[in-house]
Structures are given as C-alpha cells and as structure tokens.
C-alpha cells in the first residue's frame, strides 16, 4: 500500500486535531521541531501510517499500538505490518506492506560533485554522471533500505550498494518514480 499527499492542500491550523489521532509519546518530538511545517510533515506522516494500517488489518485506532527503535524508526507492536514514511518539500509519503519495506522521496535539486564522490561508490558515481536526477534516484534507493532495515541514515548510505541497471540495493529490488513536479521516491521491499 502507498499513500501519498502533498502538504500544500492541507490546512496547517488544522495541526492540532491532527494530532490527536497520533500516539501521545509522539506528541513532545512534534512540538519539539521548531519549524511549523516540520510538525505538520510529522503528523501528517503519523497520521497516514495508522491509516495505512487500519486500511490493511481492518482495525480500528485504538487497537493500534507503535512503539520506536532506538534508532526511531517506528513499529506496530500490535500487528503484523511494516512501514516507512518519508517527508520532503511539499510531500509525506507512507508505504506498508507484511514484509520489511522502506521509502524514501526528496526533491530533485543541484547537488556538488564533492556529495557524489563522498557518498557514492565509483560505478555508482559513474553512472550518475552530472545527472541530478540519477543522483536521487540512487539517493533514495540508499534511504530507503536502510529505512528498511531499520538504522536510517545513520546507517550510513555509502554501506548500501545500488545497481541501477538492475533497480536493486544490496541485491533487493527497488521502483523508482519520478514526479511531474521534480521529486523522486523509491520503494524497496524484502523478496
């Protein structure tokens, strides 16, 4: 399952109602971002999980229990349901599925040849070429398994190996998709 909104069509003022739908110990890390658009993605992507997982096991809110990692990734302790969530720009994006699954969406933008050397390997780099929007398409497949995995970026992105040519990282098969209005995300699910 996939869901997908752009913030832009939401009302911001309506951030406190929205909150009330996400688990009480989130509600200090949302109040604790100092942007307010910031606490808007993060409740708009709390809110699109539970809905992701009520849509999937026919459940209602209250028997929904989410506990976080200690590297704070979110998890349904209550069900048998795995989910990512990614925010970028003017999109929260929400994938679930019953097997291990990460994704990540970032808008296309001019990025240094420093970043690409630094993060990518030598095929990798090579086959980004000057191209910005190959740069995030790899960008995301890193994110998004090392979301799947459960570490995030702080997994560190040059530990995930991507094969373009492929559409896999480290040997898991990923879709790639590119807006109309310059954002990539990409999905990747355990076989």
Same mark, same amino acid.
């Given at each position: 399952?996939?869901?997908?909104?752009?913030?832009?069509?939401?009302?911001?003022?309506?951030?406190?109602?929205?909150?009330?739908?996400?688990?009480?110990?989130? +509600?200090?890390? &949302?109040?604790?971002?100092?942007?307010?658009?910031?606490?808007?993605?993060? #409740?708009?992507?709390?809110?699109?999980?539970?809905?992701? #997982?009520?849509?999937?096991?026919?459940?209602?809110?209250?028997?929904?229990?989410?506990?976080?990692?200690? +590297?704070? /990734?979110?998890?349904?302790?209550? +069900?048998?349901?795995?989910?990512? *969530?990614? +925010?970028?720009?003017?999109?929260?994006?929400? *994938?679930?599925?019953? /097997?291990? #699954?990460?994704?990540? #969406?970032?808008?296309?933008?001019?990025?240094?040849?420093?970043?690409?050397?630094?993060?990518?390997?030598?095929?990798?780099?090579?086959? &980004?070429?000057?191209?910005?929007?190959?740069?995030?398409?790899?960008?995301?497949?890193?994110?998004?398994?090392?979301?799947?995995?459960?570490?995030?970026?702080?997994?560190?992105?040059?530990?995930?190996?991507?094969?373009?040519?492929?559409?896999?990282?480290?040997?898991?098969?990923?879709?790639?998709? *590119?807006?109309?209005?310059?954002?990539?995300?990409?999905?990747?699910?355990?076989?």
């Amino acid at each position: 399952m996939l869901l997908i909104r752009r913030i832009d069509s939401l009302q911001i003022d309506e951030m406190d109602i929205w909150l009330t739908y996400t688990p009480a110990e989130r +509600h200090n890390f &949302v109040y604790a971002k100092k942007i307010e658009v910031d606490r808007f993605r993060s #409740i708009l992507g709390d809110v699109m999980m539970l809905t992701c #997982i009520m849509e999937m096991t026919y459940s209602d809110l209250q028997s929904i229990k989410i506990e976080y990692s200690e +590297h704070g /990734k979110p998890y349904c302790t209550s +069900h048998d349901v795995q989910f990512s *969530v990614s +925010h970028s720009g003017e999109y929260v994006i929400c *994938v679930a599925d019953d /097997k291990k #699954i990460g994704v990540d #969406i970032e808008r296309i933008k001019t990025v240094p040849d420093t970043l690409v050397k630094k993060i990518f390997s030598k095929e990798e780099a090579l086959w &980004v070429g000057t191209s910005d929007e190959r740069f995030f398409e790899i960008w995301t497949a890193k994110e998004a398994y090392l979301k799947l995995i459960g570490l995030g970026i702080s997994g560190g992105l040059k530990t995930a190996q991507v094969d373009p040519e492929a559409k896999t990282v480290c040997d898991l098969p990923y879709e790639v998709t *590119v807006t109309d209005d310059g954002y990539v995300y990409t999905v990747v699910k355990e076989n």
